[in-house]
T-cell receptor
Framework: KNQVEQSPQSLIILEGKNCTLQ??????????LRWYKQDTGRGPVSLTI?????NTKSNGRYTATLDADTKQSSLHITASQLSDSASYIC??????????????FGKGTHLIIQP | NAGVMQNPRHLVRRRGQEARLRCSPM?????VYWYRQLPEEGLKFMVY????????ESGMPKERFSAEFPKEGPSILRIQQVVRGDSAAYFC??????????????FGQGTRLTVV
């Protein structure tokens, strides 16, 4: 069964500090992995997307890594800001060959940045 | 490009009524996905549609729920005879045809359904 597990479930850090969120998946055949940020009451917004051959991808203060061998990904946030408070969702895409990639969502990590 | 538009943003229905949720995909996108998010839960896949076709409805409850994406107009998620357990946020995402591994899916702001 395709699954995406995220840890921790929730995290509280002080403004300016760094943090790392984890994502483990058992999805096959793997197509790509995405990290989304979901602000409270809003739709998810894409941060990064990585295919099998990509190990790392950055988007400003967000850096995602992917180890396709161990089926693990991490999202590192540098110099956190209050606006980083949100849920971060790991999504893994299954390649179906017919053009209809299925998406499996993790439950998200709820990040709170304190001043 | 206005992005994925969902309406209404908030919908209140009494038990037994019908709920209709609308999703207009981004311009040029022919694929639509519907997801449900219960409080404190992750996004759960419901249905994947292309124009005039349901591709995958494996996440849809067998009864009371239906979805369509007509040739013209928005995609509609319809819930008949709503019950309190249907209260959730319903998100729509759209994408162009999947031709590359890193094709992006964009989400709407969601419709929050409350059944009273």
């Amino acid at each position: 069964k395709n699954q995406v597990e995220q840890s921790p479930q929730s995290l509280i850090i002080l403004e300016g500090k760094n943090c790392t969120l984890q994502c483990n998946y058992t999805v096959s055949p793997f197509s790509n992995l995405r990290w989304y940020k979901q602000d409270t009451g809003r739709g998810p917004v894409s941060l990064t997307i990585m295919t099998f051959s990509e190990n790392t991808k950055s988007n400003g203060r967000y850096t995602a890594t992917l180890d396709a061998d161990t089926k693990q990904s991490s999202l590192h946030i540098t110099a956190s800001q209050l606006s980083d408070s949100a849920s971060y969702i790991c999504v893994v895409s299954v390649y179906s060959g017919g053009g209809a990639d299925g998406l499996t969502f993790g439950k998200g990590t709820h990040l709170i940045i304190q001043p | 490009n206005a992005g994925v538009m969902q309406n209404p943003r908030h919908l209140v229905r009494r038990r037994g009524q019908e709920a209709r949720l609308r999703c207009s995909p981004m311009k040029g996108h022919s694929h639509v996905y519907w997801y449900r998010q219960l409080p404190e839960e992750g996004l759960k896949f419901m249905v994947y549609l292309q124009k005039e076709n349901i591709i995958d409805e494996s996440g849809m409850p067998k009864e009371r729920f239906s979805a369509e994406f007509p040739k013209e107009g928005p995609s509609i998620l319809r819930i008949q005879q709503v019950v309190r357990g249907d209260s959730a946020a319903y998100f729509c995402a759209s994408s162009p045809p999947w031709g590359r591994a890193n094709t992006e899916a964009f989400f709407g702001q969601g419709t929050r359904l409350t059944v009273v």
